[in-house]
């Protein structure tokens, strides 16, 4: 879990930056569209594959392990190579490459877990938020390493930091090759997790056929609607979040460590999630998880908030992920059967890494187009990109679909 999320930590959080920033700056100068492409469009490919790809073959053919050894190192060679790249086309044929290579594996390290715990709710939070935590240590170090020199402590997160190096921007390009390197250490390290053969046996040849009748129970079909529509403004989070801070004074080299809050608070939720879930049930632990979304767009639209109050509020990441996603994920593995549980992942990974990044990719740039307007002072073009209504207009699809998961959702168990 540690490598799995490591690898993803190490480059997302600073790639939307480096895309939208000019030419003149040392970025690629790409459009908003564009970049909603680039990773909105080719992550939905890669998880809509990944059913075909991954769950089929996970649960069929061969060990999970191999599979995700395979996978993962490829994937590390095809993200270097990106790094190599300044152009739109080559930069989107490989995004798209390389989620058909990656979103697979996030389904098959919840699996592979899965089938090795016996008490899901409270061992898979414990374990999971090792990923987070690769998370943190990989969008730090790099920058930390990278980026910065002469490192000092400050009050204000991300708390340690120093003197950006020069060509800061260009540089940030270097987070994609680091991502390889730890993809193919992830590869070796793969043939250590313990052995998870495929069900040769099952009934049903085509796995992902089967986890498609989920859908007979109410519980999983108001899941995965609800879920669609936050997966649509998650993705936006990690398209729109760099840009945002970079817009409101943050440092190039501090905006991975300041995304980064999130993922501590992650750490503490995920380590209670287990507790959550028995004590109040998946229903109210999915709503509140929903909910934390509407209160971190709506703080981050709030203009006359101090700088400080955007970068803290980070923190409800931490429940939009444990409480939503993680638990979203428990709860199909607790409806799926045994021998369909790599497939129940995915078809669901369709929905979250699949449907909503796609619909978020074209979403943000069209807010974006919709929300810039053009003025003109003392002769000069004024391009001004009003932040504060796009990310209300978020906040206001998280409410409404919280208000609709809380009066849908009864939960089912197989």
């Known amino acids: 879990m540690f490598l799995q999320y490591a690898l993803w930590g190490a480059w997302l959080p600073v790639t939307a930056r480096y895309l939208s920033a000019s030419i003149s700056d040392g970025g690629l100068g790409f459009s908003g569209s564009q970049i909603g492409m680039i990773l909105g469009l080719a992550g939905s490919i890669g998880a809509i594959a990944a059913p075909f790809i991954a769950g089929q073959i996970a649960d069929r053919y061969f060990s999970t392990e191999r599979i995700l050894a395979f996978l993962v190192t490829t994937g590390g060679m095809v993200k270097w190579y990106t790094a190599l790249q300044t152009d739109y086309q080559s930069w989107l044929v490989l995004s798209i490459l390389y989620s058909v290579l990656y979103m697979p594996t996030l389904a098959l390290s919840n699996s592979i877990t899965f089938a090795h715990i016996d008490d899901q709710e409270n061992d898979f939070p414990k ?3 090792w990923g987070t935590i690769g998370w943190i240590v990989a969008s730090w170090v ?36 680091f991502s390889g390197a730890i993809s193919i250490i992830y590869g070796a390290f793969c043939f250590l997790l313990p052995n998870t053969p495929p069900n040769k046996d099952a009934s049903e040849k085509l ?19 609800s879920s669609l529509a936050v997966s649509i403004i998650h993705q936006i989070y990690f398209l729109q979040t760099g840009p945002f801070l970079s817009h409101i004074g943050i440092p190039d080299s501090q905006i991975g460590p300041a995304m980064s809050i999130g993922q501590f608070a992650e750490i503490l939720t995920m380590a209670y999630l287990g507790y959550f879930l028995k004590r109040l049930g998946f229903k109210k632990v999915i709503t509140f998880g929903i909910a934390a979304y509407f209160l971190r767009y709506a703080i981050f ?44 992942q995915t078809v669901f990974g369709i ?13 943000s740039g069209f807010l974006q187009e919709s929300y810039t307007n053009v ?25 409404i679909t919280t208000i609709i998961f809380h009066f849908s959702f009864k939960e089912q168990r197989r």
């Open 375 to 399: 003025f003109y002072d003392s002769g000069s073009e004024q391009i001004i990109f009003d932040y504060s209504i796009f990310w209300y207009t978020l906040a206001a699809i998280a409410l």
């Open 301 to 344: 639209g709030t203009e006359f908030l101090p700088v400080w109050v955007m970068i803290i509020s980070q923190a409800f990441h931490g429940f939009c992920y444990a409480f939503f996603f993680a638990a979203a994920y428990v709860y199909v593995d607790k409806i799926a059967e045994d021998d369909v549980r790599h497939s129940a």
């Open 207 to 225: 796995a992902f056929k089967k986890a498609f009748e989920l859908f007979k129970y109410s519980s999983f079909t108001i899941l995965v609607i």
């Open 351 to 363: 929905i979250i890494l699949g449907g909503g990044p796609v619909i978020g990719g074209w979403l």
């Open 127 to 129: 374990i999971r938020v």
């Open 142 to 177: 790099f920058p930390m390493i990278w980026l910065q020199t002469n490192l000092k402590i400050q009050l204000m997160p991300p708390f340690l930091v120093g003197s950006e190096v020069p060509d800061v921007t260009a540089k940030l390009v270097d987070a994609l090759k």
